[in-house]
């Protein structure tokens, strides 16, 4: 998709955010030719920080295709927020009620309508002390499932220097190099067809996130943990997106 063929509110969205990244950060980004150009796409990512969402952001752009992020349904009724998100094409995501069968459809019909999904299947930040990926929640696989869309695998590194989630320190230094690669669609060939049960899905998502996990690893040049990192079950106090 052409960036000029966005419209004035993506295109605004867009001049808005882009030039501060540029200052801010110091960009390496690999292997884009496995962004498809056209069609509907999943794109599964680590999520190492929360700056992270606007550095993948930036690579899908710069691939020459418009993310839609998923977000908490809540924003959406924010004043000026919730309109802003809707013109710029974000998908509203319901958690624990049964409204999340909308935000299922919505995927859907944005994946029909040839759009870029990008999902954090472990749901919230990672949780694992060394920043490794977690193991994931079953939505990515449900909608691979049902759609057939293809599943990119993404990587970042160098996020979580801009805003580590471990201490909640911010830099606002500029420059600070960030690393964005992507794999090859992910074979998920062998469950085609199959019924979407907790095993079949459990099954597709650990494989999904050892895909992720592998991409993190090359990129900090190590090995990733062979059993992704299961995180703690949830105390009293913790916030929902915890839980989620």
């Known amino acids: 998709m052409a960036h ?5 509110w993506r295109r605004f969205a867009a001049a808005l955010v882009i030039p501060v990244l540029k200052v801010w950060t110091k960009r ?10 056209s069609g509907g796409v999943i794109i599964v990512a680590n999520h190492a920080s929360h700056f992270d969402p606007l550095v993948v952001a930036h690579y ?15 924003l959406w009724r924010v004043p000026v927020m919730g309109p802003f998100l809707r013109k710029v ?7 624990g009620s049964v409204e999340a069968v909308k935000s299922l459809d919505a995927l859907i019909e944005a994946l029909n309508n040839d759009g870029v999904v990008v999902i954090y299947p472990e749901g919230t930040t990672t949780r ?26 993404v990587a970042n590194w160098g996020a979580q220097d801009i805003f580590d989630p471990r201490t909640g320190k911010l830099s606002l230094r500029p420059r600070r190099p960030v690393t964005v690669t992507s794999g090859k669609p992910i074979d998920l060939s062998r469950w085609a067809g199959a019924t979407p049960g907790r095993a079949v899905l459990e099954e597709m998502t650990e ?12 990129l900090r040049h190590e090995q990733p943990p062979a ?3 299961d995180r703690p079950r949830r105390k009293a106090g913790t916030s929902p997106e915890d839980a989620a």
């Open 28 to 37: 390496t980004w690999l292997n884009m030719e496995n962004i498809p150009r």
């Open 60 to 74: 899908i752009y710069g691939a020459g295709r418009w993310p839609q992020f998923l977000g908490k349904a809540s």
């Open 4 to 8: 000029r063929r966005l419209g004035f």
């Open 89 to 95: 094409r974000q998908i509203p995501v319901e958690r």
């Open 227 to 229: 059993e992704l990192y």
């Open 207 to 218: 494989h999904i996130m050892h895909e992720i996990s592998g991409l993190v690893g090359e």
């Open 128 to 153: 694992d002390p060394l920043l490794w990926p977690m193991r994931g929640k079953t939505g990515a696989a449900r909608l691979a499932l049902v759609t057939g869309a293809p599943v990119v695998p």
